[in-house]
């Protein structure tokens, strides 16, 4: 398939395919490729809870082997269905892959990550559940989502392969991860207080890639960022930059992640291809110090 150069910065997450006809899955994939996106990501909780999304996903494309080569197929495991709560043991992880695998028709993972933290782990499980699916050849590399520093130096004592990505929620409307650091040492300011351990630095330290999912929301699926009613400021500064870079509003917000050193991918969970290449063409773009800030802080974030 013709495609545009890769793009190594943008997934498509695949959490809102329940409602597409395998017709429309099969446009949504190839339009994603067309626009250079290779990274397609799944968790075994889409869709109803039991490989829904995966399965469609899997009918609907049916992938050759050589087109399977050429893309990376990301899932996530953890979340228990149906039922509240979290499960990291061996058992638990190493069954819901082997079900993602058949449901997504595919012979291995490359990526699998522990969903959301269990705080019941005992990571002598979670190293023998990687152990076991990497030797078997059904899953390439391993991460983790929505974990916290020392969540993930738990895992690291006893998992011995790299936990190469932590996927988190971040964008314009969701900036904690960096505006706790800028706002650093602000004694009264809630900016300044810290939640999540450092993860930014660590992450960068620890040469694990950030993937920001939601990256277009505001706070916890709180509404998009370009209609909020609360968001006047920063959709006035994002309209003047789509038009001096002669883009979209959806660029600007994506260049806005991807201008960071931390070199974050972008999970853009869409059912519209055209969503997908505004986020790409955003990928390319690399907005000055100053326009980063300006963003920033229209977001309603501080800057000291």
Same mark, same amino acid.
């Given at each position: 398939?013709?495609?545009?150069?890769?793009?190594?910065?943008?997934?498509?997450?695949?959490?809102?395919?329940?409602?597409?006809?395998?017709?429309?899955?099969?446009?949504?994939?190839?339009?994603?490729?067309?626009?250079?996106?290779?990274?397609?990501?799944?968790?075994?909780?889409?869709?109803?809870?039991?490989?829904?999304?995966?399965?469609?996903?899997?009918?609907?494309?049916?992938?050759?082997?050589?087109?399977?080569?050429?893309?990376?197929?990301?899932?996530?495991?953890?979340?228990?269905? =149906? &039922?509240?709560?979290?499960?990291?043991?061996? $058992?638990?992880?190493?069954? *819901?892959?082997?079900?993602? +695998? #058949?449901?997504? %028709?595919?012979?291995?993972?490359?990526?699998?990550?522990?969903?959301?933290?269990?705080?019941?782990?005992?990571?002598?499980?979670?190293?023998?559940?990687?152990?076991?699916?990497?030797?078997?050849?059904?899953?390439?590399?391993?991460?983790?989502?929505?974990?916290?520093?020392?969540?993930?130096?738990?895992?690291?004592?006893?998992?011995?392969?790299?936990?190469?990505?932590?996927?988190?929620?971040?964008?314009?409307?969701?900036?904690?991860?960096?505006?706790? =650091? &800028?706002?650093?040492?602000?004694?009264?300011? $809630?900016?300044?207080?810290? *939640?999540?351990?450092?993860? +930014? #630095?660590?992450? %960068?330290?620890?040469?694990?890639?950030?993937?920001?999912?939601?990256?277009?929301?505001?706070?916890?699926?709180?509404?998009?960022?370009?209609?909020?009613?609360?968001?006047?400021?920063?959709?006035?500064?994002?309209?003047?930059?789509?038009?001096?870079?002669?883009?979209?509003?959806?660029?600007?917000?994506?260049?806005?992640?991807?201008?960071?050193?931390?070199?974050?991918?972008?999970?853009?969970?869409?059912?519209?291809?055209?969503?997908?290449?505004?986020?790409?063409?955003?990928?390319?773009?690399?907005?000055?110090?100053?326009?980063?800030?300006?963003?920033?802080?229209?977001?309603?974030?501080?800057?000291?």
């Amino acid at each position: 398939m013709m495609t545009r150069s890769e793009s190594t910065r943008i997934g498509l997450g695949m959490m809102r395919i329940a409602t597409l006809e395998p017709n429309q899955i099969r446009d949504l994939y190839h339009g994603a490729r067309e626009a250079g996106v290779k990274l397609f990501d799944h968790a075994d909780v889409y869709g109803g809870g039991e490989h829904g999304c995966e399965r469609l996903f899997g009918e609907a494309l049916e992938l050759s082997s050589s087109e399977r080569e050429q893309i990376v197929l990301q899932t996530k495991c953890g979340i228990r269905p =149906g &039922v509240p709560g979290f499960d990291f043991s061996a $058992e638990h992880i190493i069954r *819901r892959a082997e079900e993602s +695998l #058949e449901a997504l %028709r595919t012979e291995y993972l490359d990526v699998l990550l522990l969903h959301r933290p269990d705080t019941l782990v005992e990571p002598e499980e979670v190293a023998q559940a990687f152990d076991a699916l990497e030797s078997s050849g059904k899953v390439r590399s391993f991460g983790v989502s929505n974990h916290t520093p020392r969540q993930i130096d738990l895992l690291k004592m006893n998992v011995s392969q790299p936990l190469k990505v932590n996927q988190v929620q971040f964008g314009l409307g969701h900036a904690a991860l960096v505006a706790q =650091g &800028v706002a650093a040492n602000m004694e009264g300011l $809630e900016q300044s207080t810290n *939640r999540d351990g450092g993860l +930014l #630095e660590y992450s %960068r330290i620890n040469g694990i890639t950030l993937q920001a999912w939601s990256p277009y929301q505001r706070g916890f699926f709180n509404g998009l960022i370009f209609d909020h009613p609360e968001l006047s400021k920063l959709h006035r500064v994002l309209d003047k930059l789509s038009k001096e870079y002669a883009t979209t509003p959806t660029s600007i917000a994506t260049a806005w992640i991807t201008r960071h050193p931390a070199k974050m991918e972008v999970i853009v969970g869409t059912t519209k291809a055209s969503r997908l290449h505004e986020a790409v063409a955003g990928a390319e773009i690399t907005l000055t110090r100053a326009e980063w800030y300006e963003l920033f802080e229209a977001a309603g974030y501080q800057i000291p």
